[in-house]
């Protein structure tokens, strides 16, 4: 065999893989080769090769009798090698810099933090009458639109809900659940009297929501009709900005 085609077998090897690899979702993180094999097209002998070569780099690991796989700690290594070089602020810039020019208004960038969303990102707006809060400003994640289309994707909402002061807390859990079906949350007059924000979260891989991209405004502009126009616009580039950061 040539050094061209040991090469080509090389590269076949790796793409195969990484189809293994790419199997594995967060409903199933868990499969059997059988599963396996109904997801990647290749033999039993050589998924069952390519498998043991995973796992050897601890990409992989196989447990149980009858043997089933998950990804290893390897693939956890690279996740937080990549996060870790991650500059979300400088990655949403292009999404944010068009929410800008298209609405007018100023354009946050905030990020899930424990029981708070901070603002990593920020383009205020350039007329006269606006709002802004600034890099680095913390609110609860329970208050405001861009905090609420974060806890409404997040894992066990209720749990950021004690000793925040919210009324009904049947009430404002399904107020969350509507803000999931419809994808985005609205705040008017709530943490600042006369603001209008709108908000959308973003997730990390498919489905870690990370934080949310917000846009805010005087109600005096920012009516009904206004609303949707930045509810569509920000669900647009929220879905940029999430495949950007791994979502398929």
Known sequence: MSLIDKSGEGVRAVDRALDILLAFTPGDHQLSAGEL???VDLSRPTLYRLLRTLEHKGFVLATGDPQRFQLGPSVAHLAHVWT???DLAALAQPMMRRLWEKTGETVALLVHQGAHRVC???LPSAQPLSFKRGVGYSESVVLGASGRAILAFASHPERYLDGVDIGDSRAYLA?????RQA???ISRDE???GAVAVAVP?????TKVMGSLA???PSARVDTHRVGFFAELLLAEAKLLSEALGQH
């Open 183 to 185: 994808g985005y949350a």
């Open 202 to 206: 973003f997730f990390a891989g498919d």
């Open 37 to 39: 094999l109904k997801r």
């Open 84 to 86: 870790s070089s991650l």
């Open 191 to 193: 943490l600042i009297q």
């Open 175 to 179: 107020g969350l659940a509507q803000i």
């Open 120 to 122: 990593v990102a920020e």
């Open 215 to 217: 846009v805010f405004g």
